[in-house]
């Protein structure tokens, strides 16, 4: 089953705007992933936010995560057509447990950049 | 470093064959998790394994398999293939070592099966 939802679930912006997904998610993580996947492809790894972050950047990205709401956000800011892709949240397990190597992904947004 | 690698790429099967399809993590890994992606279902955890053993396993039935080498390269068997099967089958690796359950993975491109 999947570990939450991803808001919108299409987003279709012109190039040069900022694009910003939304993850909900249900249980207690370690950590909290984005991964791009461009056309039914592997996955990209972009970024990793630990449970006791609220905040990160990586070049156009900047993550954020609220651990009390349980929500994250990315916002890729100054999109380019090469962003278009399937961007998806994936969370990693509590230490102490024993659901070694599972991230749970949500149901991804797809997003669209028009030149 | 290379990256993760799959092979087959695609592959068309019919109902009631086996497939095996395998993969090499990035040099040093030694965790290997495989997921079954499906527009339905999304993404699914079927397992991971590390230094040649199965630590973890999703619920998938038991037609699904795999397995670990001792160099870390993993393969995975689907015995009695049905139309459902039809899947992107995506392998990723990680370091697997510490007291983190899941770090960064790292994806391969995938093996697309086709179950005709």
């Known amino acids: 089953s999947q570990q939450g939802e991803e808001d919108p679930q299409a987003l279709s912006i012109q190039e040069g705007e900022n694009a910003t997904m939304n993850c909900s998610y249900k249980?207690?993580?370690?950590?909290l992933q984005w991964y791009r996947q461009n056309s039914g492809r592997g996955l990209v790894h972009l970024i990793l936010?630990?449970?006791?972050?609220r905040e990160k950047h990586s070049g156009r990205l900047r993550v954020t995560l609220d651990t009390s709401k349980k929500s994250s956000s990315l916002l890729i800011t100054a999109s380019r057509a090469a962003d278009t892709a399937s961007y998806f949240c994936?969370?990693?397990?509590?230490?102490?447990?024993?659901?070694?190597?599972?991230?749970?992904f949500g149901q991804g947004t797809i997003l669209t950049v028009h030149p | 470093k290379a990256g993760v690698t799959q092979t087959p790429r695609y592959l068309i099967k019919t109902r009631g064959q086996q497939v095996t399809l395998s993969c090499s993590p990035i040099?040093?890994?030694?965790?290997v998790s495989w997921y079954q992606q499906t527009p339905g279902q999304g993404l699914q955890f079927l397992f991971e394994?590390?230094?040649?053993?199965?630590?973890n396993k999703g619920n998938f039935p038991g037609r699904f398999s795999g397995r670990q080498f001792s160099n870390s390269r993993s393969e995975m068997n689907v015995s009695t293939l049905e139309l459902g099967d039809s899947a992107l089958y995506l392998c990723?690796?990680?370091?697997?070592?510490?007291?983190?359950?899941?770090?960064?993975?790292?994806f391969g491109p995938g093996t697309r099966l086709l179950v005709l």
């Open positions: 990723a690796s990680s370091t697997g070592q510490g007291a983190i359950l899941v770090e960064t993975q790292y």
């Open positions: 249980t207690s993580i370690n950590n």
């Open positions: 936010i630990r449970s006791n972050e």
């Open positions: 994936a969370t990693g397990p509590l230490a102490g447990g024993t659901s070694y190597g599972k991230l749970t």
């Open positions: 040099s040093g890994h030694r965790s």
């Open positions: 394994y590390f230094s040649e053993t199965q630590r």
